[in-house]
């Protein structure tokens, strides 16, 4: 048993490490912006603001979820938009790539999923923009800072380096309880619940996708390849499998509500999109 726990813990800070550093590069460039560029970053990144969802689908599709954890610790500053989050969230990729690429003639079906992202992830991100009004914006980079603590007046590498431990810390726990729960269920019995079957197929899958771990990728994407799932369900998953973006994000956006319905429309979208994918034969 104690080896057991051992290996899943160790899995565990293997998993999570690269995203770890990742997070450190995000809080460097997110203190930068506050001690360095002050108000003339917000102006730029006002000015670029509508193609914000653009760029940040097309930024999502890179192999892995790095990207999603940034844009939770963005827009808790208030340097994205909600639509640009919604946007990296749907297209974030994780685990998909590697597992297709191990499977020959895979090629052409890793297109049509990563294109499917990024256009149901720019426009879904643009639709947002344009309904959902901005917050009035302010030194939201400063708030965060203030919630976490970190003692933001030590410089901008110390400042980094204590936001990036808080987090570090809260993603390591949830994530070797994730991996403890995959390892006790199992990936059969989750996969289990979702069959070819429409409508319900896409619900299920995305209702995996939203557990903030890789193996939920790797789980959807190895079900659909042995033909127990539809396209459509598996497209499902992926939009809604933001990788630990979504975990991020009730972590350090303090506005609850908001976050909710940030959820509500990751998961709601990602549905819909399934079930209007699985309505086209092309995609089967």
Known sequence: MLHELLHIFMHTIEDNIFLIL???????????????AGGHANELI?????AGPIIGAVVG?????????????LYAG??????????????????VLPILLAHPGSISLIFVIFGLKVVVGA???????????????????????????????????????????????????????LNLVMHTVGEEALGNLVLNRPIIGQ???????????CASSVVLTQ?????????????????VNAG?????????NHDKKENLRILGLLLGIGIVAGIIIGFFPIFS
């Open 244 to 252: 630990i973006g979504l975990l991020i994000l009730f972590r350090v």
């Open 123 to 177: 426009v879904c991100g643009l639709v947002i923009d344009k309904v959902l009004p901005a917050k009035e914006e302010h030194d939201h980079i400063h708030e965060l800072c203030e919630n976490e603590h970190c003692h933001c007046e030590k410089g901008v590498f110390r400042s980094a380096l204590t936001h990036t431990l808080h987090i570090a810390v809260f993603i390591l726990l949830i994530s070797f309880v």
């Open 46 to 50: 006002k000015k670029a603001g509508s």
């Open 78 to 95: 208030r340097v994205i938009s909600m639509g640009t989050l919604i946007a990296i969230f749907l297209a974030t990729s994780d685990e």
């Open 61 to 73: 599709i890179v192999p892995q979820c790095g990207f999603a954890a940034a844009a939770a610790n």
């Open 203 to 213: 619900i299920a899958a995305a209702i995996i996708g939203l557990i903030p771990n």
């Open 223 to 239: 079900l659909y390849v042995k033909g127990a799932m539809t396209f459509g369900a598996l497209m499902s998953g992926l939009f």
């Open 22 to 36: 990742f997070l450190f590069l995000t809080y460097l460039i997110m203190e930068y912006l506050e001690h360095k």
